[in-house]
């Protein structure tokens, strides 16, 4: 039976729900301190810039939910779940161990961090301030991604919605009262404060994952040895996506470190427009978590017409969702910068390049959804390979150029549009010339 839009977007909704908890964090933290009377704009820039690395580091590790997805919706499809049992916890356990490592190297080296990134004075400072409290949040960020994706394997992205809410509203909370303080009661913590409303957020999303998945599946989260047999299976999927994943932070490396060097205000531009893409691409992964699940579940079955189907109808479904944000985008062009900052310059240097973000989304939409269905497959060297690619061949040749005839924030943008294209592009005309010919057998 073909899957209907009924079907996708029953799997879809909650996941673009579910999917902007992460980007609400840096962007509420962003907006609150953002519109403080002290320093406003340096302490914009300094959560840009921490917000950055923080998720070079989640994408990094955070893999671990694709790949957990692909292999539980592939063995639901050819119902052989009871085989993958104690795979989530094994996963859990190594990618979480990892994080701890991460922090122990990267904690006592915070400075020398972000003075890659051009970071300096009090932007430096509150930088630092900022990541050496926020960074404790990551092990439990990289537990919720894990939970999701065992539930994202199941079919299930409803309770993903339901932890994304609340981590979401009781960060905005949060942040408020923490940052600004309450006369009396709290005192006034500024960017440490964003940074502490993330990490309760992040603990009570974790706290919150774990009751759901022990009371609401037959999933354990007791670590049992010896491994699985499909931990290889895992341990390749997750080499291929760490390595795709450096290449993708290399891109947004790269942007940062250039829009740093340009000054403050034009940091604190950037740091608005990307996070404000990021939300965008976490709103159409929806779509893409929906082809992640499904390719997975239709791949297991070796049900390769409705495969074909599907791309199709995610293609569509995605353009028609990136152009609704590119609208809503530019119906309130004039508006959204206001919610950040009340700095002129900064606000004429976000309105400059805000139109190329809004642009692209339809053609990020494309990408993102592709990536999805690849990683449902479990085709993740391909994924690897492409980006790799798209990055050395397009991104960082595009955005030297440009940034050579002093385009500085254009420069950036157009690198990331022409960037976005050259993932999408191989990926569909790869699974065609793969899927298309099995459809007729």
């Not at 009090?122 to 404790?136: H, M, T």
């Amino acid at each position: 039976m073909a899957i209907t839009l009924k079907q996708i977007n029953k799997l879809a909704v909650p996941a673009i729900i579910a999917g902007v908890s992460e980007p609400l964090l840096s962007l509420t933290d962003a907006a609150v301190v953002g519109n403080v009377d002290l320093n406003a704009t340096e302490s914009l820039a300094a959560v840009g810039i921490v917000s950055t690395f923080l998720s070079m580091l989640i994408w990094i590790l955070g893999q671990t939910r694709s790949a957990i997805s692909s292999l539980l919706s592939q063995a639901l499809g050819a119902n052989k779940l009871d085989q993958l049992k104690d795979l989530p916890a094994q996963a859990i356990f190594i990618i979480t161990s990892l994080s701890v490592l991460i922090i122990a190297v990267s904690y006592p080296l915070t400075t020398q961090i972000f003075q890659l990134y051009n970071a300096e004075n009090i932007i430096l400072d509150y930088s630092i301030d900022y990541y050496k409290i926020r960074v404790f949040g990551f092990p439990f960020t990289l537990f919720v991604i894990a939970v999701f994706g065992i539930f994202r394997g199941l079919q299930n992205t409803y309770y993903p919605m339901l932890i994304a809410i609340l981590g979401a509203g009781l960060n905005i909370v949060l942040d408020l009262v923490l940052v600004n303080g309450i006369t009396d009661v709290i005192p006034v913590m500024h960017i440490k404060g964003a940074a502490y409303a993330s990490v309760i957020s992040q603990l009570v999303m974790a706290l919150t994952s774990a009751y759901l998945l022990l009371t609401k599946t037959d999933i354990s989260l007791k670590v049992r040895f010896p491994f699985n047999p499909k931990i290889k299976d895992f341990t390749i999927m997750i080499l291929n996506l760490f390595v795709r994943t450096l290449a993708l932070n290399a891109a947004l490396y790269f942007a940062t470190r250039f829009a740093t060097s340009y000054g403050k205000n034009y940091i604190a531009a950037y740091t608005i427009a990307i996070n404000l893409w990021f939300l965008g691409a976490f709103l159409i992964d929806g779509y893409s978590s929906a082809g992640n699940i499904l390719s997975g579940k239709l791949f297991g079955q070796n049900n390769y017409k409705d495969l074909m189907l599907l791309s199709k109808k995610l293609i569509k479904y995605g353009i028609v969702f990136g152009l609704c944000i590119a609208v809503a985008g530019f119906v309130s062009y004039n508006y959204i910068g206001l919610i950040f900052t009340k700095e002129p310059e900064v606000l004429e240097t976000f309105k400059a390049v805000f139109w190329m973000v809004l642009a692209m989304q339809p053609i990020a939409a494309v990408a993102f959804i592709f990536d999805g269905i690849f990683k449902g497959l479990g085709k993740m060297k391909y994924l690897r390979n492409v980006l790799l690619l798209s990055t050395v061949l397009v991104f960082l040749p595009t955005l030297f150029i440009f940034d050579y005839f002093n385009f500085r924030l254009h420069a950036i943008f157009i690198a990331f549009t022409l960037w976005m294209i050259a993932r999408g592009l191989p990926l569909i005309i790869k699974f065609r010339l793969d899927f298309k010919p099995l459809t007729k057998k």
